[in-house]
Every structure is written in structure tokens, then in C-alpha cells.
Antibody, heavy 116, light 110 residues
Framework: EVQLVESGGDLVQPGGSLILSCAVSGFTFDDYDMHWVRQSLGKGLEWVSVIGATFDTYYADSVKGRFTVSRKNAKKTLYLHMNNLKAGDTAVYYC??????????WGQGTLVTVSS | QSALTQPASVSGSPGQSITISCTGANGDIGRYNFVSWYQQHPGKAPKLLIYNVNSRPSGISDRFSGSKSGNTASLAVSGLRAEDEADYYCVSYTGTNTWVFGGGTKLTVL
């Protein structure tokens, strides 16, 4: 069974930093592209970032230059390093496994709150 | 990376069929067949219903089907059930190694 478990969400001040983690199991992590998607409370979904199986990375314009996605295949873990956080980054962040360009399997999400 | 356009809400009675539209631009839906649809119940993570325009993952009911014409993709739900009441989102690949979501549609089963 595919499982993705996010952690690291917290309350952080504007301008602060945070690292989210996503531990996976049930599939060969090395072989798959992995995404981060976020959802502001009561709002819609927003694609954030993707890291390919070959470690290429891409970002939404809204986070480019502030967020960095990485992976450690030996640990079967995906990361999202978030810097210079803004109030607009407040959201539940989901870790998602890719399937042919679609968002196949989702974690339960971790809440990031940016507030003073 | 402009969001795809979905109706805010649709409704139908049990047993009926509904369709949710998702309109993009030539650079996303119009150019690529990487369109997918998701169902989200309150407080839950989204669930993949359709990928590559009209493919269903294992375990997804054939009551859900997808299609595309030009810059508009559609999700059809037949034989509406109470448990289909949820938010539905479309997603398209944009061609620049990024993806874009629709704004979401709330389906109400009357």
C-alpha cells in the first residue's frame, strides 16, 4: 500500500523558514517524480513544485526563488525547504506521487501557518 | 500559470448525470493530454479520478469519465449518489514543467 506521511508544519513568523518532510513507503520511490501541492484553508488547490526521478526541479512562480524541493532516495523522503515565508504561504501542504503527469497518491497534509 | 476555469457549483439529483467543465488555454489543455480530475471530500486529501484526459486509475468507478475538446476538458458523473457530493478539481500540465489547477467545483447532490 502506498503511503505518504508529511511532517514539519508549524507556526512561523513572516520572513521565517521551515522544512517540510514526506516519508514514503509502498512503492519504489527512486522511480517516481514527486510533487508538492498546497491548499489554503477553505480555498482551492495550488501546485507548488515537482522533483523528477532524475532530480530536476521546477516551481510555481509564486514560490520560485524562495522554496527548494529535494529528495533523499536512500531515506525514501521528500523535502520542501521554505524561506522568506509570507502570509500567503499559509496552507496545508500535500506530498504527492506522480502517475504519468497526474497526481496519483496524496499524503494527509501538514499545516503551515505564517503569522506574527 | 493562470488558473483553469471551472464553474463554482453544479448540482443534480440521485441517479442523474452531471458534467463539470474545465477551460484552459492553448498552452495547456489545448496542447497537452495531461488533464486530470480530483475529488475532495471535506477534511480529506484529494483523490485522483481521471488522468490523461480519460483514463481511470484502478478502483475508480466507471460512473466517472473524462473528455476533452479544444481548450475545454470535462468530467462526467453518471448515476449520481449521495457520496459523490464533494469538491472537484481539474489539473493540466502547462508545458513548462509546471501544472495548473482549476478553481474547483462544488457538486451538490439534491
Amino acid at each position: 500500500e502506498v503511503q505518504l506521511v508529511e511532517s514539519g508544519g508549524d507556526l512561523v513568523q513572516p520572513g521565517g523558514s521551515l522544512i517540510l518532510s514526506c516519508a514514503v513507503s509502498g512503492f519504489t520511490f527512486d522511480d517516481y517524480d514527486m510533487h508538492w501541492v498546497r491548499q489554503s484553508l477553505g480555498k482551492g488547490l495550488e501546485w507548488v513544485s515537482v522533483i523528477g526521478a532524475t532530480f530536476d526541479t521546477y516551481y510555481a512562480d509564486s514560490v520560485k526563488g524562495r522554496f527548494t524541493v529535494s529528495r533523499k532516495n536512500a531515506k525514501k523522503t521528500l523535502y520542501l525547504h521554505m524561506n522568506n515565508l509570507k502570509a500567503g504561504d499559509t496552507a496545508v501542504y500535500y506530498c504527492v506521487k506522480d502517475l504519468e503527469g497526474a497526481l496519483e497518491s496524496w499524503g494527509q497534509g501538514t499545516l503551515v501557518t505564517v503569522s506574527s | 500559470q493562470s488558473a483553469l476555469t471551472q464553474p463554482a457549483s453544479v448540482s443534480g439529483s440521485p441517479g442523474q448525470s452531471i458534467t463539470i467543465s474545465c477551460t484552459g488555454a492553448n498552452g495547456d489543455i489545448g496542447r497537452y493530454n495531461f488533464v486530470s480530475w480530483y475529488q475532495q471530500h471535506p477534511g480529506k486529501a484529494p483523490k485522483l479520478l481521471i488522468y490523461n484526459v480519460n483514463s481511470r486509475p484502478s478502483g475508480i468507478s466507471d460512473r466517472f469519465s473524462g473528455s476533452k475538446s479544444g481548450n475545454t476538458a470535462s468530467l462526467a458523473v453518471s448515476g449520481l449518489r449521495a457520496e459523490d457530493e464533494a469538491d472537484y478539481y481539474c489539473v493540466s500540465y502547462t508545458g513548462t514543467n509546471t501544472w495548473v489547477f482549476g478553481g474547483g467545483t462544488k457538486l451538490t447532490v439534491l
